[in-house]
């Protein structure tokens, strides 16, 4: 079975602050990881993925995650928020050969504060 | 471009209503998908299709029916709606069926059951 955890379901940081968001899966085979974000009154759009290509992942507007699996992680990183960034992000891991296993964490909202 | 397009974005039912939400996509994609969203939850898969005339049950079917009629069209039914399905409803699409592929969201129908 795969899943997937979201540390954290509120994150907060002031503009022009590192962002860090939080994820850690669970597989019993090498996972492919996503990062999507929800953007208010919006549906999800696809941020970045890992399919084990390069351990460093660059996504959309300035966002990358590092997948690390000694830690099974893939934390999302943006060197210096902006106030654009406030959303709701979501990583979500899927193995084998269908979408249909992509499994989703419970999101974290992030707010930027002026 | 409109991508998915979801209808209605908003409705209230009453229990023991029925009701059917649209799905269009015009991207030509093979495969549609229906979620749900509820607070703390992340997403949840409830059917998919890999075609048309084609559907399956995701993680959280029961209650739901669905049908994919033409290509282009997915929709998802509610015979007899329950308070239990207050939730937001997203549609994706994907051009492909594999563990690695990205998902195009609709912007979601908020559903209410009083």
């Known amino acids: 079975a795969q899943s997937v955890t979201q540390l954290g379901s509120h994150v907060s940081v002031s503009e022009g602050a590192l962002v860090l968001l939080r994820c850690n899966y669970s597989?019993?085979?090498?996972?492919?990881l996503f990062w999507y974000v929800q953007y208010p009154n919006q549906g999800l759009q696809l941020l970045l993925k890992?399919?084990?290509?390069?351990?460093l992942v660059k996504g959309i507007n300035g966002f990358e995650a590092e997948f690390k699996k000694s830690e099974t992680s893939f934390h999302l990183t943006k060197p210096s928020a902006h106030m654009s960034d406030a959303a709701e992000y979501f990583c979500?891991?899927?193995?084998?050969?269908?979408?249909?296993?992509?499994?989703f964490g419970k999101g974290t909202l992030l707010t930027v504060n002026p | 471009n409109a991508g998915v397009t979801q209808t209605p974005k908003f409705r209230v039912l009453k229990t023991g209503q029925s009701m059917t939400l649209l799905c269009a996509q015009d991207?030509?994609?093979?495969?549609m998908y229906w979620y749900r969203q509820d607070p703390g939850m992340g997403l949840r898969l409830i059917h998919y299709?890999?075609?048309?005339?084609?559907?399956a049950k995701g993680e959280v079917p029961d209650g739901y029916n669905v049908s994919r009629l033409k290509k282009q069209n997915f929709l998802l039914g509610l015979e007899s709606a329950a308070p239990s399905q207050t939730s937001v409803y997203f549609c994706?699409?994907?051009?492909?069926?594999?563990?690695?592929?990205?998902?195009?969201f609709g912007s979601g129908t908020q559903l209410s059951v009083l």
């Open positions: 597989s019993s085979v090498p996972p492919y």
């Open positions: 979500a891991v899927s193995r084998g050969g269908s979408n249909y296993k992509l499994t």
């Open positions: 991207m030509n994609h093979e495969y």
């Open positions: 994706a699409s994907s051009s492909r069926f594999g563990a690695n592929e990205k998902l195009f």
């Open positions: 299709s890999v075609g048309e005339g084609t559907t």
């Open positions: 890992y399919t084990s290509a390069a351990t």
